[in-house]
C-alpha cells in the first residue's frame, strides 16, 4: 500500500521540472497539466493538498492523488 508522503510530491514536481509554490496546505502548479499546458498567464486553479496528497483542478476537474497524477502523466508511481 502506497503511504503518502509531502517530500514525495516535491521531489516529483521537481524532478519533471513543474513550477509550484506552497499557500498554507496547498501546493499551486503554475498550469494544469491536463488542461491548460500551453496557456501562458500562471494562475490557481490546480493544486496539490500537501497534507493528503489530493489533486483538483477547478477548471477541467480533474481530481486524484500523486499515484494518479503519475500515471496520467505516463509515470511509473513507484
Known amino acids: 500500500m502506497f503511504e503518502y ?5 516535491f521531489d516529483f514536481l521537481n ?7 506552497q ?3 496547498e501546493t499551486y502548479l ?5 488542461c491548460e499546458q ?4 500562471p494562475s490557481d486553479h490546480f493544486s496539490f ?3 493528503t496528497g489530493q489533486f483538483n483542478c477547478i477548471k477541467c476537474n480533474t481530481k ?3 499515484i494518479t497524477f503519475k ?6 508511481p513507484f
Open 49 to 51: 493538498r500537501t497534507d
Open 23 to 25: 499557500r498554507g496546505k
Open 5 to 9: 508522503n509531502q517530500f514525495d510530491l
Open 38 to 41: 500551453n496557456r501562458p498567464n
Open 30 to 34: 503554475e498550469n494544469c497539466p491536463f
Open 15 to 21: 524532478q519533471i521540472g513543474k513550477k509550484y509554490r
Open 64 to 66: 486524484g492523488n500523486l
Open 71 to 76: 500515471r496520467e502523466l505516463g509515470y511509473e
